[in-house]
Protein backbone atom coordinates (compact mmCIF):
# COMPACT_ATOMS: atom_id res chain seq x y z
CA UNK A 1 0.00 0.00 0.00
CA UNK A 2 1.46 3.66 -0.95
CA UNK A 3 1.88 6.11 1.64
CA UNK A 4 -1.14 8.63 1.24
CA UNK A 5 -0.15 12.66 -0.09
CA UNK A 6 0.14 15.14 2.70
CA UNK A 7 -2.66 16.67 2.63
CA UNK A 8 -4.55 13.01 4.00
CA UNK A 9 -2.37 13.10 7.02
CA UNK A 10 -3.94 12.52 10.06
CA UNK A 11 -7.10 12.59 8.43
CA UNK A 12 -10.42 9.83 8.48
CA UNK A 13 -12.12 8.79 5.61
CA UNK A 14 -15.00 11.08 7.00
CA UNK A 15 -12.81 14.10 6.70
CA UNK A 16 -11.80 12.81 3.21
CA UNK A 17 -15.21 12.93 2.06
CA UNK A 18 -16.60 15.83 3.48
CA UNK A 19 -13.12 17.52 1.70
CA UNK A 20 -13.93 16.23 -1.43
CA UNK A 21 -17.79 17.19 -1.25
CA UNK A 22 -16.41 20.50 -0.06
CA UNK A 23 -14.21 21.01 -3.48
CA UNK A 24 -16.67 19.20 -6.00
CA UNK A 25 -19.27 22.40 -4.44
CA UNK A 26 -16.91 25.26 -5.20
CA UNK A 27 -16.20 23.88 -8.27
CA UNK A 28 -19.78 23.75 -9.06
CA UNK A 29 -20.04 27.52 -7.44
CA UNK A 30 -17.63 28.93 -10.34
CA UNK A 31 -19.43 27.52 -13.13
CA UNK A 32 -20.69 30.23 -15.27
CA UNK A 33 -24.18 30.00 -17.26
CA UNK A 34 -23.96 33.26 -18.69
CA UNK A 35 -21.36 34.87 -20.79
CA UNK A 36 -20.81 38.04 -22.53
CA UNK A 37 -20.04 37.85 -26.20
CA UNK A 38 -18.28 40.23 -28.48
CA UNK A 39 -17.40 39.76 -32.34
CA UNK A 40 -13.78 39.47 -34.22
CA UNK A 41 -13.28 43.24 -35.22
CA UNK A 42 -9.82 42.39 -37.18
CA UNK A 43 -7.03 40.22 -37.40
CA UNK A 44 -3.51 40.30 -37.89
CA UNK A 45 -0.04 39.14 -36.80
CA UNK A 46 0.15 41.01 -33.47
CA UNK A 47 -3.53 39.69 -32.29
CA UNK A 48 -7.08 39.53 -32.99
CA UNK A 49 -8.76 42.73 -32.68
CA UNK A 50 -12.48 41.98 -30.88
CA UNK A 51 -15.55 44.66 -30.80
CA UNK A 52 -18.37 44.67 -28.36
CA UNK A 53 -16.03 43.70 -24.74
CA UNK A 54 -14.65 46.89 -24.02
CA UNK A 55 -17.04 47.57 -20.67
CA UNK A 56 -16.70 44.23 -19.08
CA UNK A 57 -13.45 42.69 -19.93
CA UNK A 58 -10.29 43.03 -17.90
CA UNK A 59 -6.24 42.43 -19.12
CA UNK A 60 -5.63 38.49 -18.37
CA UNK A 61 -9.40 37.57 -19.00
CA UNK A 62 -9.57 34.07 -20.94
CA UNK A 63 -11.88 34.16 -24.11
CA UNK A 64 -12.84 31.01 -26.77
CA UNK A 65 -13.12 32.02 -30.50
CA UNK A 66 -16.07 29.89 -32.00
CA UNK A 67 -14.43 29.73 -35.60
CA UNK A 68 -17.18 28.91 -38.65
CA UNK A 69 -16.06 25.40 -38.74
CA UNK A 70 -16.76 24.69 -35.63
CA UNK A 71 -13.38 25.18 -33.77
CA UNK A 72 -12.64 26.73 -30.90
CA UNK A 73 -10.04 28.67 -30.09
CA UNK A 74 -9.23 30.00 -26.61
CA UNK A 75 -7.33 32.73 -26.08
CA UNK A 76 -6.55 36.15 -23.58
CA UNK A 77 -7.23 39.61 -23.95
CA UNK A 78 -4.37 41.67 -23.18
CA UNK A 79 -4.91 45.01 -24.56
CA UNK A 80 -7.89 47.12 -23.91
CA UNK A 81 -8.69 50.21 -26.14
CA UNK A 82 -11.37 52.76 -26.67
CA UNK A 83 -13.77 50.73 -28.99
CA UNK A 84 -12.27 47.20 -29.28
CA UNK A 85 -9.69 44.38 -26.75
CA UNK A 86 -6.98 42.84 -28.20
CA UNK A 87 -6.49 39.33 -27.80
CA UNK A 88 -3.69 37.16 -28.08
CA UNK A 89 -4.89 33.38 -29.29
CA UNK A 90 -3.51 30.18 -27.79
CA UNK A 91 -3.26 28.63 -30.99
CA UNK A 92 -2.91 28.96 -34.91
CA UNK A 93 -5.40 31.52 -36.42
CA UNK A 94 -6.39 29.15 -39.24
CA UNK A 95 -10.14 29.16 -39.71
CA UNK A 96 -10.99 32.52 -37.31
CA UNK A 97 -12.91 34.82 -39.81
CA UNK A 98 -14.21 38.60 -39.29
CA UNK A 99 -17.70 38.61 -36.86
CA UNK A 100 -16.89 35.06 -35.21
CA UNK A 101 -17.75 35.38 -31.47
CA UNK A 102 -15.59 35.11 -28.52
CA UNK A 103 -17.10 34.45 -25.75
CA UNK A 104 -15.70 36.30 -22.45
CA UNK A 105 -14.93 33.54 -20.03
CA UNK A 106 -13.57 36.05 -17.25
CA UNK A 107 -10.09 35.86 -14.94
CA UNK A 108 -8.03 32.54 -15.04
CA UNK A 109 -7.67 31.62 -11.53
CA UNK A 110 -5.97 28.73 -10.23
CA UNK A 111 -7.01 26.39 -7.03
CA UNK A 112 -4.21 24.51 -5.95
CA UNK A 113 -5.15 21.49 -3.70
CA UNK A 114 -3.35 18.23 -2.01
CA UNK A 115 -4.56 16.17 -3.67
CA UNK A 116 -2.69 17.53 -7.30
CA UNK A 117 0.62 15.90 -5.36
CA UNK A 118 1.22 13.02 -8.00
CA UNK A 119 -0.62 14.78 -10.75
CA UNK A 120 0.77 16.37 -13.81
CA UNK A 121 -1.15 19.57 -15.05
CA UNK A 122 -1.17 22.27 -17.57
CA UNK A 123 -0.89 26.04 -16.79
CA UNK A 124 -4.70 26.32 -16.17
CA UNK A 125 -4.88 23.55 -13.70
CA UNK A 126 -6.65 20.91 -16.27
CA UNK A 127 -5.14 17.33 -15.84
CA UNK A 128 -2.33 16.10 -18.59
CA UNK A 129 -2.07 12.98 -17.35
CA UNK A 130 -5.28 11.66 -18.57
CA UNK A 131 -7.54 11.50 -14.98
CA UNK A 132 -10.26 13.17 -13.08
CA UNK A 133 -8.60 16.28 -10.72
CA UNK A 134 -10.71 18.38 -8.81
CA UNK A 135 -9.76 22.07 -8.16
CA UNK A 136 -9.24 23.28 -4.61
CA UNK A 137 -11.97 25.46 -2.69
CA UNK A 138 -9.84 28.77 -2.70
CA UNK A 139 -8.77 29.91 -6.02
CA UNK A 140 -5.78 32.51 -6.22
CA UNK A 141 -4.54 34.27 -9.47
CA UNK A 142 -1.27 33.49 -10.72
CA UNK A 143 0.70 36.52 -10.68
CA UNK A 144 0.62 37.28 -6.93
CA UNK A 145 3.20 39.85 -5.72
CA UNK A 146 5.89 38.29 -3.44
CA UNK A 147 5.38 38.55 0.57
CA UNK A 148 5.82 41.25 2.47
CA UNK A 149 9.85 41.74 2.83
CA UNK A 150 9.78 43.52 6.58
CA UNK A 151 7.98 39.62 7.36
CA UNK A 152 10.07 37.27 5.86
CA UNK A 153 12.24 35.19 8.12
CA UNK A 154 15.76 34.12 7.31
CA UNK A 155 17.14 31.73 5.64
CA UNK A 156 17.22 28.22 6.86
CA UNK A 157 19.12 25.18 7.96
CA UNK A 158 21.35 23.87 5.61
CA UNK A 159 19.73 20.83 3.59
CA UNK A 160 20.88 17.27 2.30
CA UNK A 161 20.73 16.95 -1.70
CA UNK A 162 22.04 13.57 -2.29
CA UNK A 163 24.96 15.20 -3.75
CA UNK A 164 28.46 15.42 -2.59
CA UNK A 165 29.11 18.56 -3.84
CA UNK A 166 26.23 20.08 -2.57
CA UNK A 167 26.27 18.99 0.80
CA UNK A 168 29.65 20.56 0.71
CA UNK A 169 31.52 23.17 -1.33
CA UNK A 170 28.18 24.60 -2.55
CA UNK A 171 25.36 24.14 0.55
CA UNK A 172 21.63 24.50 -0.15
CA UNK A 173 19.46 25.97 2.68
CA UNK A 174 16.30 25.98 3.31
CA UNK A 175 14.70 29.27 1.41
CA UNK A 176 17.82 29.79 -1.03
CA UNK A 177 17.01 30.36 -4.38
CA UNK A 178 19.97 29.37 -6.98
CA UNK A 179 20.24 29.81 -10.61
CA UNK A 180 21.58 26.49 -12.50
CA UNK A 181 23.18 27.91 -15.72
CA UNK A 182 24.45 25.88 -18.80
CA UNK A 183 24.56 25.27 -22.12
CA UNK A 184 22.46 22.69 -24.47
CA UNK A 185 22.82 18.97 -23.46
CA UNK A 186 25.55 19.66 -20.58
CA UNK A 187 23.35 17.76 -18.41
CA UNK A 188 20.99 20.78 -16.74
CA UNK A 189 17.83 18.46 -16.77
CA UNK A 190 19.90 15.36 -15.60
CA UNK A 191 20.94 17.10 -12.33
CA UNK A 192 17.74 18.86 -11.77
CA UNK A 193 15.76 15.46 -11.80
CA UNK A 194 18.74 14.38 -9.10
CA UNK A 195 18.00 17.39 -7.09
CA UNK A 196 14.28 16.63 -7.17
CA UNK A 197 14.66 13.11 -5.90
CA UNK A 198 17.60 14.17 -2.99
CA UNK A 199 16.96 17.62 -2.10
CA UNK A 200 15.01 17.00 1.55
CA UNK A 201 11.45 18.89 1.15
CA UNK A 202 7.95 18.18 1.84
CA UNK A 203 6.52 19.04 -1.63
CA UNK A 204 8.30 19.52 -4.93
CA UNK A 205 6.69 21.44 -7.31
CA UNK A 206 8.06 21.23 -11.05
CA UNK A 207 7.53 23.50 -14.07
CA UNK A 208 8.45 22.23 -17.47
CA UNK A 209 8.41 25.52 -19.38
CA UNK A 210 8.65 24.97 -23.10
CA UNK A 211 10.09 21.50 -23.16
CA UNK A 212 9.98 18.72 -25.55
CA UNK A 213 6.92 16.59 -24.95
CA UNK A 214 8.65 13.47 -24.74
CA UNK A 215 10.67 14.92 -21.64
CA UNK A 216 7.62 14.97 -19.75
CA UNK A 217 6.25 11.17 -19.62
CA UNK A 218 10.64 10.69 -18.83
CA UNK A 219 10.61 12.51 -16.49
CA UNK A 220 7.38 11.55 -14.65
CA UNK A 221 8.20 7.98 -14.89
CA UNK A 222 12.01 7.23 -15.36
CA UNK A 223 13.51 9.64 -13.73
CA UNK A 224 10.85 10.74 -10.50
CA UNK A 225 8.72 7.16 -10.86
CA UNK A 226 6.19 6.33 -8.54
CA UNK A 227 8.04 7.42 -5.34
CA UNK A 228 9.56 10.78 -6.43
CA UNK A 229 6.12 11.33 -7.19
CA UNK A 230 4.63 10.62 -4.58
CA UNK A 231 5.50 14.63 -3.17
CA UNK A 232 5.24 16.28 -6.79
CA UNK A 233 3.30 18.41 -9.10
CA UNK A 234 4.78 18.89 -11.83
CA UNK A 235 3.08 21.70 -14.15
CA UNK A 236 4.10 21.21 -17.76
CA UNK A 237 3.82 23.88 -20.91
CA UNK A 238 5.34 21.78 -24.17
CA UNK A 239 7.45 23.70 -26.92
CA UNK A 240 4.56 23.94 -29.09
CA UNK A 241 2.31 25.57 -27.41
CA UNK A 242 1.68 29.27 -27.10
CA UNK A 243 3.87 31.99 -25.59
CA UNK A 244 0.82 32.90 -23.26
CA UNK A 245 0.80 29.25 -21.74
CA UNK A 246 4.42 28.97 -21.68
CA UNK A 247 5.00 31.95 -19.33
CA UNK A 248 1.88 31.04 -17.60
CA UNK A 249 3.67 27.84 -16.83
CA UNK A 250 5.54 29.68 -14.31
CA UNK A 251 3.68 31.70 -12.60
CA UNK A 252 1.39 28.91 -12.03
CA UNK A 253 3.70 26.35 -10.96
CA UNK A 254 5.09 29.65 -8.39
CA UNK A 255 0.90 29.69 -7.35
CA UNK A 256 1.07 25.67 -6.40
CA UNK A 257 4.51 25.92 -4.48
CA UNK A 258 2.88 29.38 -2.82
CA UNK A 259 -0.55 26.95 -2.05
CA UNK A 260 1.82 24.56 0.08
CA UNK A 261 4.03 27.09 1.73
CA UNK A 262 0.84 29.00 3.23
CA UNK A 263 0.17 25.43 4.91
CA UNK A 264 3.40 25.43 6.85
CA UNK A 265 5.17 22.61 4.41
CA UNK A 266 8.76 23.21 2.91
CA UNK A 267 8.45 23.39 -0.96
CA UNK A 268 11.16 22.89 -3.65
CA UNK A 269 10.35 24.57 -6.42
CA UNK A 270 12.51 23.63 -10.04
CA UNK A 271 11.79 25.20 -12.86
CA UNK A 272 13.13 24.16 -16.41
CA UNK A 273 13.84 26.80 -17.58
CA UNK A 274 13.77 30.42 -17.04
CA UNK A 275 15.36 31.12 -20.53
CA UNK A 276 12.08 29.24 -21.87
CA UNK A 277 10.48 32.08 -19.91
CA UNK A 278 12.02 34.82 -20.77
CA UNK A 279 11.71 33.74 -24.56
CA UNK A 280 7.75 33.35 -24.22
CA UNK A 281 7.10 36.76 -22.66
CA UNK A 282 9.27 38.44 -25.50
CA UNK A 283 6.55 36.47 -27.80
CA UNK A 284 4.31 37.87 -26.29
CA UNK A 285 5.57 41.49 -25.39
CA UNK A 286 6.50 42.07 -29.23
CA UNK A 287 3.07 40.96 -30.25
CA UNK A 288 1.79 43.63 -27.82
CA UNK A 289 4.21 46.76 -29.30
CA UNK A 290 6.59 46.91 -26.56
CA UNK A 291 10.23 47.96 -27.97
CA UNK A 292 13.16 44.96 -27.97
CA UNK A 293 16.06 46.25 -26.41
CA UNK A 294 19.10 44.35 -25.50
CA UNK A 295 19.20 40.15 -27.59
CA UNK A 296 15.62 41.67 -28.48
CA UNK A 297 14.10 41.09 -25.17
CA UNK A 298 11.63 44.00 -23.87
CA UNK A 299 12.47 46.15 -20.80
CA UNK A 300 9.48 44.75 -19.47
CA UNK A 301 11.70 41.56 -18.69
CA UNK A 302 13.62 42.20 -15.74
CA UNK A 303 10.92 42.91 -13.49
CA UNK A 304 9.03 39.78 -15.24
CA UNK A 305 12.00 37.44 -13.96
CA UNK A 306 12.34 39.61 -10.83
CA UNK A 307 9.16 38.96 -9.41
CA UNK A 308 8.97 35.56 -9.98
CA UNK A 309 12.26 34.87 -7.98
CA UNK A 310 10.89 37.10 -5.38
CA UNK A 311 8.12 35.05 -5.08
CA UNK A 312 10.40 32.24 -4.02
CA UNK A 313 12.42 32.16 -0.65
CA UNK A 314 11.56 32.23 3.09
CA UNK A 315 7.79 32.48 3.89
CA UNK A 316 6.46 34.56 6.86
CA UNK A 317 6.29 33.64 10.61
CA UNK A 318 4.03 30.70 10.31
CA UNK A 319 4.50 29.54 6.76
CA UNK A 320 7.23 27.52 4.98
CA UNK A 321 9.60 28.13 2.79
CA UNK A 322 10.07 27.67 -0.92
CA UNK A 323 13.76 26.81 -2.09
CA UNK A 324 13.91 27.44 -5.64
CA UNK A 325 16.26 26.03 -8.63
CA UNK A 326 16.08 27.96 -11.63
CA UNK A 327 17.79 26.70 -14.67
CA UNK A 328 19.19 29.14 -17.37
CA UNK A 329 20.02 27.95 -20.81
CA UNK A 330 22.52 29.91 -22.07
CA UNK A 331 23.79 30.18 -25.41
CA UNK A 332 27.55 29.53 -26.29
CA UNK A 333 28.08 29.59 -22.43
CA UNK A 334 27.70 33.48 -22.59
CA UNK A 335 27.03 33.81 -18.90
CA UNK A 336 26.57 37.85 -19.44
CA UNK A 337 23.77 37.23 -21.25
CA UNK A 338 20.57 39.34 -20.78
CA UNK A 339 18.40 36.55 -18.53
CA UNK A 340 21.52 35.07 -17.11
CA UNK A 341 22.81 38.30 -15.73
CA UNK A 342 18.89 39.57 -14.74
CA UNK A 343 18.45 36.54 -12.92
CA UNK A 344 22.05 36.05 -11.50
CA UNK A 345 21.75 39.39 -9.59
CA UNK A 346 18.76 38.70 -7.81
CA UNK A 347 19.53 34.14 -6.55
CA UNK A 348 21.56 33.39 -3.59
CA UNK A 349 23.72 31.37 -5.68
CA UNK A 350 24.38 29.72 -8.85
CA UNK A 351 26.17 26.87 -9.83
CA UNK A 352 27.53 26.51 -13.63
CA UNK A 353 27.57 23.78 -16.01
CA UNK A 354 30.80 23.95 -18.33
CA UNK A 355 30.74 21.73 -21.53
CA UNK A 356 34.52 20.87 -21.85
CA UNK A 357 34.06 19.26 -18.07
CA UNK A 358 30.95 16.99 -19.68
CA UNK A 359 32.80 15.76 -22.92
CA UNK A 360 35.75 14.63 -20.69
CA UNK A 361 32.70 12.46 -18.85
CA UNK A 362 32.00 13.88 -15.44
CA UNK A 363 28.68 14.39 -14.25
CA UNK A 364 26.93 16.56 -13.03
CA UNK A 365 29.62 19.14 -15.01
CA UNK A 366 29.89 21.89 -12.18
CA UNK A 367 32.90 24.26 -12.64
CA UNK A 368 33.08 24.57 -8.82
CA UNK A 369 35.33 27.82 -9.45
CA UNK A 370 32.67 29.29 -11.35
CA UNK A 371 29.52 28.44 -8.99
CA UNK A 372 29.15 30.03 -5.68
CA UNK A 373 26.58 29.61 -2.58
CA UNK A 374 25.75 33.01 -0.64
CA UNK A 375 24.68 30.86 1.63
CA UNK A 376 28.29 30.79 3.05
CA UNK A 377 30.10 30.61 5.38
CA UNK A 378 26.82 30.81 8.06
CA UNK A 379 25.55 27.73 6.61
CA UNK A 380 28.92 25.49 7.26
CA UNK A 381 30.57 25.38 10.60
CA UNK A 382 34.58 26.43 11.31
CA UNK A 383 35.88 23.38 10.41
CA UNK A 384 34.17 23.17 7.46
CA UNK A 385 34.72 26.26 5.84
CA UNK A 386 38.71 25.28 5.90
CA UNK A 387 38.30 22.27 4.09
CA UNK A 388 35.69 24.22 1.99
CA UNK A 389 38.10 27.25 1.22
CA UNK A 390 41.14 24.57 0.49
CA UNK A 391 39.10 22.64 -1.99
CA UNK A 392 38.64 25.95 -3.81
CA UNK A 393 42.12 26.48 -3.35
CA UNK A 394 43.66 23.75 -4.82
CA UNK A 395 41.24 23.73 -7.64
CA UNK A 396 41.63 27.46 -8.38
CA UNK A 397 45.46 25.98 -7.99
CA UNK A 398 45.24 23.58 -10.83
CA UNK A 399 43.35 25.47 -12.99
CA UNK A 400 45.93 28.36 -13.39
CA UNK A 401 48.64 25.86 -13.89
CA UNK A 402 46.42 23.43 -15.97
CA UNK A 403 48.01 24.41 -19.60
CA UNK A 404 51.61 24.18 -18.40
CA UNK A 405 50.90 20.54 -17.09
CA UNK A 406 48.97 19.57 -19.89
CA UNK A 407 51.70 20.58 -22.32
CA UNK A 408 54.39 18.88 -19.72
CA UNK A 409 55.53 22.54 -18.90
CA UNK A 410 55.84 22.37 -15.72
CA UNK A 411 58.47 19.96 -13.71
CA UNK A 412 57.64 17.70 -10.29
CA UNK A 413 58.98 19.85 -7.60
CA UNK A 414 59.21 23.44 -8.98
CA UNK A 415 56.64 24.20 -6.62
CA UNK A 416 55.26 22.31 -3.42
CA UNK A 417 51.43 23.84 -3.66
CA UNK A 418 51.05 22.92 -6.91
CA UNK A 419 52.19 19.51 -6.59
CA UNK A 420 49.94 19.22 -4.07
CA UNK A 421 47.62 20.22 -6.59
CA UNK A 422 48.21 17.67 -9.06
CA UNK A 423 47.89 15.06 -6.89
CA UNK A 424 44.38 15.92 -5.14
CA UNK A 425 42.70 17.06 -8.23
CA UNK A 426 41.67 13.41 -9.65
CA UNK A 427 40.18 13.19 -6.02
CA UNK A 428 38.10 16.62 -5.90
CA UNK A 429 37.08 16.28 -9.00
CA UNK A 430 35.88 12.45 -8.55
CA UNK A 431 33.93 13.89 -5.40
CA UNK A 432 32.50 16.75 -7.13
CA UNK A 433 30.70 13.52 -9.03
CA UNK A 434 29.80 11.46 -6.16
CA UNK A 435 26.22 10.90 -5.30
CA UNK A 436 25.88 10.54 -1.55
CA UNK A 437 23.65 8.30 0.36
CA UNK A 438 24.73 9.60 4.11
CA UNK A 439 24.36 12.97 5.78
CA UNK A 440 25.83 16.09 5.28
CA UNK A 441 28.47 15.06 7.79
CA UNK A 442 29.60 12.35 5.77
CA UNK A 443 30.45 13.95 2.61
CA UNK A 444 32.34 16.37 4.85
CA UNK A 445 34.27 13.27 5.97
CA UNK A 446 34.65 12.05 2.21
CA UNK A 447 35.94 15.50 1.45
CA UNK A 448 38.60 15.37 4.27
CA UNK A 449 39.94 12.50 2.61
CA UNK A 450 40.31 13.77 -0.18
CA UNK A 451 42.23 16.43 1.56
CA UNK A 452 44.68 13.71 2.68
CA UNK A 453 42.88 14.39 6.44
CA UNK A 454 41.30 12.64 8.84
CA UNK A 455 37.67 12.22 8.30
Same mark, same amino acid.
Given at each position: ?200 ? @? &??? *? +????? #??? /????? %???? !? =? ?39 ? @? &??? *? +????? #??? /????? %???? !? =? ?166
Amino acid at each position: MTDPPIGYFDTTPIDRLERTFERMYAALSQVKTVFHVGRVASLGQAGISVSGLTRVASIGDRVEIRCRGGRILPGEIRAIGASDVTVLADGPLTGVSLADPVKLLGEALLSPDEDWLGRVIDPLGNPLDGKFLLPGVTPCQVDTPPPAPARRKALGDRLDTGLCAFNTVLPIVRGQRVGLFAGSGVGKSSLLASMAKGISA @D &VVV *L +ALIGE #RGR /ELRHF %VQDV !L =GPEGMKRTVVVAATSDQSPLTRRRCAWSAMSVAEHFRDMGK @D &VLF *L +ADSIT #RFA /EAHRE %VALA !L =GEPPTLGGYPPSLAHAIMTLAERAGPGEDGQGDITAVFSVLVAGADMDGPVADILRGVLDGHVVLERQIAERGRYPAINLLKSVSRSLPAAAGPAENVLIQETREMLGVYDRAELMIQSGLYTQGSNPVIDRAISLFPKLDAFISQEEDGTVADSFARLARCLGKPG
